[in-house]
């Protein structure tokens, strides 16, 4: 497998403390990201590189020559700029098949489980996805349920988006660039000026992952790198790994419980300090997921537009605080009322108490259920948590007076941020 390694980027956040040394180049634990990036590719056997260059070029191409690569090449782009003028420029030295990989974001990620699944789905082209803390400047897409993406919003763009980033990772067969040709001296992105011609033919696929891939592109976000290794909790997001994880209801316990559920996004409330409970988790590289039923939707008191408006509305609170959710399932069901719309990416047909949804992100993410905790707002949340192993933690409500199945949680709290400092306690 040949990968494609971008590192042409000027680094314009970063020159305040890097001014000389492109991004490529920046050192974590004493080593260059690039040489961390390589080192992780040849251990997925991926030992064919082509590295497309710009700024600072020289710098980096004296450092690959210093460093032990059996077959690559260095192309240096004079012409074309920006991602997809960087790939197409380099049309001629690509494989029938290759990963494409930005050298600005610092990675744990197993190559070998995406090539698999892009192989799986015949595509012409995967690109890695996962929520982030700054979902306004990312790119991000959306996808159904079987994963094929149907829209793109850019970054910084007025549009509402769901927290489904592009994280800098693709999976291309040369077909579905073979035709694409830009005007030298124009700045091309791969995002928005190649991923939409995909789009149209119904073959750009979405790779969900909660790994750990980390765009260093500003001060914050480097720091954010270097507090995590420092801290050693980045292993708890390998891919091979069983997690330790949290996963949420979310009426009562992210926001305000109603006796009638939510229907609109007046009556979502989002309660005291979420942001902060849900940003200690993800510095502590600990995945939270929300698994919620939702009958509004097979009531028909809300429609599918309105309940992913509220969905946006907490990832944009969230995201003011750092914080994101990294995947979410909902069953929109009600007794014998199906919910007819099932090309939704995050439907599940498992109503709670069946912790069906729960063991459905276990399975997709490697999490350790007996290890991981439930933080719920009513006994069917807890009773939940318990027939999938999960520690359960209760959050007081109005619902908790209505307590009637008589399952006991773990822990009683007063909020998330309780919840989750007593987590973070327990998994010292």
């Known amino acids: 497998m040949q990968v494609v390694i971008i590192c042409g980027g000027k680094g314009s956040r970063l020159k305040k403390n890097y001014k000389s040394t492109p991004k490529s180049l920046i050192k974590f634990e004493q080593k260059p990201n690039l040489k961390h990036q390589i080192d992780q590719l040849k251990k997925s056997y991926i030992n064919d590189f082509l590295f497309l260059t710009n700024y600072q070029n020289k710098k980096i191409t004296n450092f690959l020559k210093k460093i032990n690569i059996k077959n690559y090449k260095i192309l240096t782009d004079k012409y074309l700029f920006g991602t997809a003028g960087a790939l197409i420029n380099a049309k001629n030295y690509l494989k029938k098949e290759f990963i494409v990989l930005y050298s600005d974001i610092f990675i744990k990620f197993d190559f070998k489980n995406f090539i698999k699944f892009a192989r799986k789905k015949k595509s012409n082209c995967v690109v890695v996805v996962q929520a982030n803390s700054h979902p306004h400047d990312s790119d ?190 909902i069953c929109a069901n009600y007794k014998k009322i199906k919910y007819n719309d099932r090309k939704i990416s995050f439907f599940s047909k498992y109503r709670k108490p069946n912790p069906g949804m729960i063991i459905c992100l276990a399975k997709k993410y490697n999490i350790n259920l007996r290890k991981s905790y439930l933080i719920g707002g009513n006994d069917t949340d807890i009773l939940t948590g318990k027939l999938a192993n999960l520690k359960t933690v209760l959050i007081k409500n109005i619902k908790t007076k209505s307590y009637r199945l008589g399952i006991k949680p773990d822990f009683n709290v007063n909020n998330l941020y309780e919840a989750v400092s007593l987590i973070l306690r327990y998994k010292k």
């Open 140 to 329: 991000t897409v959306e996808y159904d349920k079987n994963y094929i993406i149907n829209k793109i919003i850019f970054k910084n763009s007025k549009n509402k988006k769901i927290n489904n980033a592009t994280a800098s990772i693709f999976y291309f067969k040369k077909k579905a660039i073979k035709n694409i040709v830009f005007k030298k001296n124009s700045f091309k992105d791969i995002v928005k000026n190649i991923l939409p011609l995909i789009v149209k033919k119904k073959r750009l696929y979405a790779y969900k992952t909660i790994e750990y891939l980390n765009d260093f592109g500003t001060q914050d976000r480097l720091n954010d790198v270097k507090y995590s290794l420092n801290k050693g909790n980045i292993e708890n997001l390998v891919s091979k790994n069983n997690k330790i994880a949290v996963f949420l209801g979310r009426d009562g316990v992210i926001n305000k419980e109603l006796d009638k559920g939510v229907k609109n996004i007046k009556e979502f409330i989002i309660l005291p300090k979420i942001g902060k409970a849900i940003a200690k988790l993800n510095l502590n590289n600990i995945p939270c997921f929300i698994v919620s039923n939702q009958s509004v939707l097979a009531k028909k008191q809300i429609t599918i537009k309105r309940f992913k408006e509220i969905i946006i509305y907490l990832d944009k609170h969230l995201s003011k605080h750092k914080a994101y959710i990294d995947d979410f399932l």
